[in-house]
């Protein structure tokens, strides 16, 4: 592997804790001098060259910017697990998932990553606070699994024959001695009905709190027994859609809801951006400045 440099090896991290983050995001992040993305492309071209990376190029557009042309998206390539597992003495690595993502949910996967990276820049302003694990609706619980209904990811939880819940990420987030689970719904589907969606996920949410599923499948150290679902969605009118929509299903109190006109690394956490399904708006970590 003496052709890949410290900086290679911090995009691999990257692909590898993203999962289906953009070129711009990576150059945004790790090479902010690389205007064009020259150098970007180039070292991803090595790092493919040598099954580290994979790559997909699909029709739809970088949600990033409106009207861009298409932007390369990364993921893990078939070498990456084994090569991250050996070189951050971390077996976990060998879970990543090398499938290419489904060109119909470019999108959205795309969208969770900028969450995910929002995060942990909201993390690294708040002290005291950690993202103890993050898992992706990509996230794998068992490679010799046939498909999702055998278990094969860690979010897709066969309740019933005819009920699964499926979450769009899931992380446990730890301050002090407190650890709790938050679930993302990653909403983009702004000309569906509200009410359809909250129909379509709510009734999976509800059991899988019930049951506790969320802790024994999900984070079996969290402290805190209720989790959160952030609904994150593109506007304030669509925000308040759903949280009336929401509002009239089971266990309505698990749900917040912000709009992505509102959220920021400065406001993720501790900014009062976070919508109930009624009642005024919270943060999510109570801040330490009065």
């Known amino acids: ?15 590898a804790r993203y999962e289906t983050p953009t070129r711009k995001m990576i150059t945004r992040e790790l090479l902010p001098n690389d205007a064009d993305g020259r ?3 180039k070292r991803g071209a090595v790092l493919m060259g040598l099954d580290l990376l994979s790559t997909t190029r699909t029709s739809w557009c970088n949600p990033e910017v409106t009207n861009e042309t298409p932007c390369p998206v990364y993921y893990p390539g078939p070498n990456l697990p084994a090569f991250l597992a050996q070189e951050c003495e971390d077996d976990s690595y060998l879970l990543l998932n090398t499938a290419p993502p489904h060109f119909l949910y470019g999108f959205h996967l795309v969208a969770v990553a900028k969450t995910h990276l929002m995060l942990d820049k909201a993390v690294a302003l ?10 992706g609706e990509r996230s794998l619980r068992d490679k010799s699994a046939k498909d999702a209904a055998s278990g094969r990811f860690v979010l897709h939880v066969q309740i019933t024959d005819k009920l699964v819940s499926k979450t769009d990420a899931a992380f446990l987030l730890k301050k002090d001695s407190h650890s709790k689970i938050f679930m993302l719904e990653q909403d983009r589907d702004t000309t569906k009905s509200a009410d359809r969606v909250a ?3 709510a009734g999976g949410y509800a059991a899988l709190v019930e049951r506790h599923l969320h802790i024994e499948r999900f984070f079996p150290c969290a402290t805190v027994e209720k989790p959160t679902v952030l609904v994150i969605t593109t506007s304030e009118k669509r925000r308040n859609a759903l949280r009336n929509a929401f509002g009239k299903q089971p266990s309505c109190w698990l749900y917040r809801f912000a709009s992505l006109t509102d959220l920021t690394p400065q406001t993720f956490l501790t ?3 976070w919508y109930p399904c009624v009642g005024d708006a919270v943060a999510l970590v109570k801040s330490e400045v009065s």
């Open 39 to 41: 150098v970007t492309r």
């Open 1 to 15: 592997m003496s052709q890949i440099t410290p900086r290679d090896f911090d995009i691999c991290k990257f692909v």
């Open 199 to 201: 129909n379509f996920k």
């Open 126 to 135: 708040t002290p005291g606070v950690e993202v103890v694990q993050w898992f």
């Open 271 to 273: 900014g009062k951006v």
